[in-house]
Antibody, heavy 124, light 107 residues
Framework: QVQLQESGPGLVKPSETLSLTCTVS????????WSWIRQPPGKGLEWIGY???????NYNPSLKSRVTISVDTSKNQFSLKLSSVTAADTAVYYC??????????????????WGQGTLVTVSS | DIQMTQSPSSLSASVGDRVTITCRAS??????LNWYQQKPGKAPKLLIY???SLQSGVPSSFSGSGSGTDFTLTISSLQPEDFATYYC?????????FGQGTKLEIK
């Protein structure tokens, strides 16, 4: 059974960089896409970006200038860095696996395994 | 970005009721639509992918339908554990976006 676990500071100061790591256990990080998704308290879900195990990435344009996602296959981990944070970045951050399926000549994805989430608060 | 709009935003129902939640996309997304269930303090759980395919282990009381811009999630007979918030999400292009959520409460 694949399990994902987020780790990192729960409190970040405004203008600093938020850094989180997701550790994958029970399966290999290889051959999958891996995403970060966040949820401000009491609000909906926002996709941040994904990384393929090979290192290729794709980010939400609304966050692209501040986001970096990286992968360390030797540790079965991938990481998120979000720079210049403000109070608006306060949220529960989830990591998730993207499972692929083939439909209508395309490869599409859904999020089948999620971490439990970690609350990151931006405050001085 | 493709906007996903769910209706209703909240819904009160009783155990045993049949419930339908609607998700509308701002443009056609074929069948690239997934549904998730989220309980308080927990991560979302995948229910349906590709608009109508039931994820392994999900009760058959859940079903999905639709294509293009209009989609529905139906729960045929509500159980106590089904009271939660439900989200739709498209994977048609980047950025993936979610609906605002439908909170299903006990009447």
């Amino acid at each position: 059974q694949v399990q994902l676990q987020e780790s990192g500071p729960g409190l970040v100061k405004p203008s600093e960089t938020l850094s989180l790591t997701c550790t994958v256990s029970g399966g290999s990080i290889s051959s999958y896409y891996w995403s970060w998704i966040r949820q401000p308290p009491g609000k909906g879900l926002e996709w941040i970006g994904y990384i393929y195990y090979s290192g290729s990435t794709n980010y939400n344009p609304s966050l692209k200038s501040r986001v970096t996602i990286s992968v360390d296959t030797s540790k079965n981990q991938f990481s998120l860095k979000l720079s210049s944070v403000t109070a608006a970045d306060t949220a529960v951050y989830y990591c998730a696996r993207q499972q692929s399926y083939y439909y209508d000549s395309r490869t599409e994805y859904y999020f089948d395994y999620w971490g439990q989430g970690t609350l990151v608060t931006v405050s001085s | 970005d493709i906007q996903m709009t769910q209706s209703p935003s909240s819904l009160s129902a009783s155990v045993g009721d049949r419930v339908t939640i609607t998700c509308r996309a701002s443009q056609s997304i074929s069948s690239y639509l997934n549904w998730y269930q989220q309980k308080p303090g927990k991560a979302p759980k995948l229910l349906i992918y590709a608009a109508s395919s039931l994820q392994s282990g999900v009760p058959s009381s859940f079903s999905g339908s639709g294509s293009g811009t209009d989609f529905t999630l139906t729960i045929s007979s509500l159980q106590p554990e089904d009271f939660a918030t439900y989200y739709c999400q498209h994977s048609y292009n980047i950025p993936y976006t979610f609906g605002q959520g439908t909170k299903l409460e006990i009447k």
